[in-house]
């Protein structure tokens, strides 16, 4: 059973920082890319950031500089490392993974995702 879990989650003020984790079980993360997502309400999910299997990381232009994405490959563990977070970071994080044909290659779409986990609620307010 292949199963992805996020945690870390939680309420912090503005200007804060959280870490998120995400730790995959039933397959290796070696040939997967991992991206974190998140839904704030009434709106679709979108990319934030993604790893691709050979560590090459992307951002969205709204969290770069803020937002770190790493990994520790023993521990088959994904972080999310958000520091000045804003109000609207506001939302529900989730990772994914999928299987992508070049280890350089990272994917943001929602719908191209292949495993996703629960999610975990980040809350950002005074």
């Known amino acids: 059973q292949l199963q992805l879990v996020e945690s870390g989650g939680g309420l912090v003020q503005p200007g804060g920082s959280l870490r998120l984790s995400c730790v995959a079980s039933?397959?290796?993360?070696?040939?997967?890319?991992i991206g974190w997502f998140r839904q704030a309400p009434g709106k679709e999910r979108e990319g934030v950031s993604c790893?691709?299997?050979?560590?090459?990381?992307v951002h969205v232009d709204s969290v770069e500089g803020r937002f770190t994405i790493s990994r520790d490959s023993a521990k088959n563990t994904v972080f999310l490392q958000m520091n000045s977070l804003k109000p609207e970071d506001t939302a529900v994080y989730y990772c994914?993974?999928?299987?992508?044909?070049?280890?350089?290659?990272?994917?943001?779409?929602?719908?191209?995702?292949?495993?996703w986990g629960q999610g975990t609620q980040v809350t950002v307010s005074s």
């Open positions: 790893i691709s299997s050979s560590g090459i990381t």
């Open positions: 039933g397959f290796r993360l070696y040939g997967y890319a």
């Open positions: 994914a993974a999928v299987r992508l044909m070049l280890s350089t290659q990272c994917e943001l779409r929602a719908s191209a995702q292949l495993y």
